[in-house]
Every structure is written in C-alpha cells, then in structure tokens.
C-alpha cells in the first residue's frame, strides 16, 4: 500500500507541473476571434426595435445541427457553474490562473455560438431563452471529489465535448457551422489534453490514487444533459443524431486517454492500485 497524499499536499506538489502546462497551452492555442465567426451581414432588428420577430421558415439549418448548436450554446451557458466547480479546487497559484485562462477560453464558445444564432436566426430566440434560463436556475454541481478525481473528469468532460463538437462538423451542412464547430473542437482537444497531463503527473506522483480515481471517474462518468421544453433530453436526441452516442464513449473517449497515460503498461501499482486497474480491463485496447 503507498502513502496516500493530501489533497493539499497534491496542489502544492503538481503546482510546478500546472506551470509548465499553462505556458505550454498559451503558447500552443491559436489566437481567435469569436466575431470573426459571425455572419453580421445577416442580422436585422426583431419587432422590439421595429424589425420582425422569429420565424420557423427563417431557420436555413437542419434539427441536428439546430439542436447541436443548441446544446453547445446551453452547456456553454452554465460556465458560471462549471467555474465554481473548478474553483473550489484548483485555488492557488498557477492552479488558480489557470482556472481563469480556461474560463476565458470557454466563455468565448458561448459568445460565438448565441451570436451567430442570434444572427442568422437559426433557433427561436425566446424558446432558447426560457430554456437558458431553466438549464442555469438548475445549475451544475458534483458530489465532493478529491483533486486527481476533478482533473480525470475534466479531461473525460473536455474529450467528450470535443467527440461532440467534431462530429457537428462532419455532418457538413453549412461552411460557418463547420468552422464553429471545428473551433471549438480544437479548443476543447487542447483543454483535454492539459487536464490529462496533470493526471499524468499525479500518475507518477501517486499511482495508486491516481488510478483509483481514474476508475471511480470512469465508472460514474456522464455528459452534461440539457432537458429541453418539449419534455426530451439531450443525451437521446444527440446520441438519436449520431452527434454524440454513450454507447461508443469508451472507444472514442475513454481509452484513448488511458492510452496515453499508459494504464494498462505501468508496473507501479501496489494490490489497491492493481484492484482500480482491473476495474479498467474491459477498455483494454
């Protein structure tokens, strides 16, 4: 059995790696615009100001990319909550800053995206306020985790909205859609791929907790859900559209990331880490 770590000791410790990769992202992540994406040419005034109102036949895109532009402007939405749920945690230091880079970074997706469907009309705007405003009342929260466990589900959060994102484009239906979509694709990749690293080094740190979180995070695993008027939900309606399906989240996100922290070739684990790996085997590539 290895020393377990605290929680504050695991902060202080990874402190220097959470540095590394923050220089490293901020060096890497391309510099972009969220107006550059938005089809200004296109709007007009609703009544309030004299214009007209929303109309279904305004609408030039299909329901999948409607309700893939929709979810993704929701889940983006509730970035106050999801900053709280980090902030709880990652409080100090380069952890904090961060924190703040990655809340930037997200906040951007939302701008992007409620414009341009402000814009071209694509969505109802009232229908899509009532629902903002249901999906934020209720807000996010997890149940209380330690830190290697918040940085294993962020990077199965990002992975997965990154599947997401990429398969909105693939669906190729109008050229502004599918560089939004790519653009916010590649910004959650990148996301993704910080929050592994940590994982990485906490691996190294603490194999034994590290892969034990791994396990707990994994089995108790699910995707931000958006319950929408018409009494259905996200999670049926994009895996319905092929945009995001539960039923391939352990090809498409869950082993390529054990992959890369090598789970299955490591020789450090004690019997406790040995138990949490074997709970991993049926993502054994």
Known sequence: MQNEFLDRELLESLAPEVEANLVRHVAVAAEWQPHDYVPWDDGRNFEFLGGTDWEP?????????????????????????Y???????????PWWRWVGRWTAEENRHEIMIRN????????????????RMEHMTLG???PGMHLIDVLAASAFEEAAAA???????????DPIVVTIAERLAADDELHAIF????????????PDQ?????????????????????GTNSDDLLAEA????PSRQNELVFTPLLERWNIFGRTDFSEQGEKARAELDHLRP
């Not at 341009?116 to 629902?131: F, G, H």
């Not at 590290?210 to 018409?230: K, M, Y």
């Open 83 to 93: 900053h709280r749920e980090l902030a709880k945690y990652l409080r100090t230091g």
């Open 242 to 245: 092929g945009i995001y399906d």
């Open 116 to 131: 341009y469907l402000m814009v071209t009309r694509a969505v109802d705007p009232i229908a899509l306020e009532r629902v």
């Open 140 to 142: 996010f929260s997890r």
């Open 210 to 230: 590290a892969v034990r979180a791994i396990a707990d995070r994994v089995a108790d695993f699910h995707v931000p859900v958006v319950h929408l008027q018409d």
């Open 163 to 173: 599947v997401r994102h990429r398969n909105t484009a693939a669906l190729s239906e």
């Open 195 to 206: 929050f592994a690293n940590l994982v990485s080094a906490a691996l190294d740190q603490a």
């Open 57 to 81: 036949a305004q609408s030039e895109l299909s329901e999948v990319s409607k309700l893939a532009l929709t979810v993704a402007v929701l889940v983006a939405d509730n970035l106050p909550a």
